[in-house]
């Protein structure tokens, strides 16, 4: 990777240019997984107490998190050593003197908006323009049902405005059953349960991460949790009293996608990654690199507050191809860009079904994917629910946008390492959203 000009700028092309590498090698400890930081970030800021969180995201959406929990009247401090301190409300937030900025980030307005809906103040959610054209009838709904008054935008956009409950008013539990697999949309019900009158239970078909069922008992909450041919079942009882602690968050699994993919395309390839996340929820990516052809070996497993966590060695070799639908394209959500990404260098392809979700993300990723593709000379099918790449495919460098979405910058910043020529990618600092140090991190790793 070379020429990195303003990745840290917000100007409209701040561009990446990446050259070709001849393979990877390295040791890694990522930055803590984004999903687990902003639980961690909610739940420290509503907590009774002072929490201490290690390796908190450097993302700039979990810092959006961080920004709302302070504007309503959690404490956040930095300490010399980066951790990240956390004097939580001890149950009680304040009202915000103004609207409540969550940036781009999508897990923060949607989660966020449970845990207001039931707040005895008036409180207003917005986000950047991406963030302003994501679908929210998915947390609208069921936060309705359980008696919040809250409105968006045409088209049930951003922004939420949530009236709050006036005295003697409450939200009431209810049982609510996804109809989309989001992890989002079922901790919203959840976090909203935990201001409600009764028990709030969630069940879902398909299984999505399990984070905010783990992190709420890490932070002394009872919860039931159950698995049967319904699907996931998750109960709580509104009223309990969330406990600071003092945690370490896992390495961001969705981040080390991008760095095993990378290892994936190269067959002299070695890499280790140390201290990270491997919730079963997020960790069918091994499966499926493994199934692709690279070998993983995975060592050092523990626990931390209901987290496991252990070290990944991976080597390259021959990569086959596969099939990613179903649940796995619900548990993989996250990761497909990336693997899209290298597919054509599979010798049989990859293709994604089930996976029409992609199309409400931070932009349209299987439109993002299939342009991006498409530029660097990719023969590529677009479906309304995913795509199929053939293998044996030869890509060049071009010039690619990231649509202003993270992962779409990272995952081309992956593919234009075994192109020909050097590829530009315009506003790839799209990566500070989830991980700002993407560029010059891979650059350590590479050999040329
Ligand atoms: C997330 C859930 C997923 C995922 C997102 C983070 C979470 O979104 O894509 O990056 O932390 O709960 P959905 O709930 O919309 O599937």
Known sequence: MADTNQTHSSSADASVTIRPARNLRGFLRLPGDKSISHRYGMFAGLAQGTSRLHNYSTGA?????????????????????GVIEVEGVGGKLLAPVAPLDCGN???????????????????????????????????????????????????????????????????????????????????????????????????????TRDHSEVALRAFGMELRRSSGRAGNRVTLRGGQTLRAIEAAVPGDISTAAFFLCAAAI?????????????????????????????????????????????TVQVEGGTLRGGLIAGADAAALIDEIPVLAAIAPYTTEGIEFRDARELRVKESDRIKSIVANLRAMGAEVEEREDGLRVPGRQKLHGTDLDSFDDHRIAMAFAVAALRAEGETTIHRADAA?????????????LLER
Not at 67 to 72: F, N
């Open 105 to 207: 980030s999508g897990s923060t307005m949607r989660m966020m908006a449970g845990i207001l809906a039931g707040q005895p103040f008036a409180s207003e959610l917005f986000g950047d323009e991406s963030l302003s054209a994501r679908p929210m009838a998915r947390v609208i709904k069921p936060l309705a049902e359980m008696g919040a008054k809250i409105t968006a935008a045409a088209g049930n956009r951003p922004p939420l405005k949530l009236a709050g409950c006036t005295p003697g008013e409450k939200l009431h539990g209810i049982e609510y059953t996804t109809p989309v697999a989001s992890a989002q949309v079922k901790s919203c019900v959840l976090f909203a349960g935990l201001f409600a009158e009764g028990e709030t239970t969630v069940v879902e078909a398909t299984p």
């Open 266 to 310: 190269f067959p002299e390839s070695q890499l280790s990654i140390a201290g990270l996340l491997m919730n079963p929820t997020r960790a069918k990516l091994f499966d499926h690199l493994m199934a692709l052809g690279l070998r993983v070996r995975v060592t050092q497993m523990e626990e931390s507050h209901g987290e496991l966590i252990g």
């Open 61 to 81: 959406d979990c810092a959006s998190t961080l920004g709302v929990m302070q504007a309503l009247g959690a404490k956040v401090t930095r300490t010399s050593d």
């Open 432 to 444: 500070r959203i989830s991980f700002p140090e993407f560029f010059s991190t891979m650059e350590e």
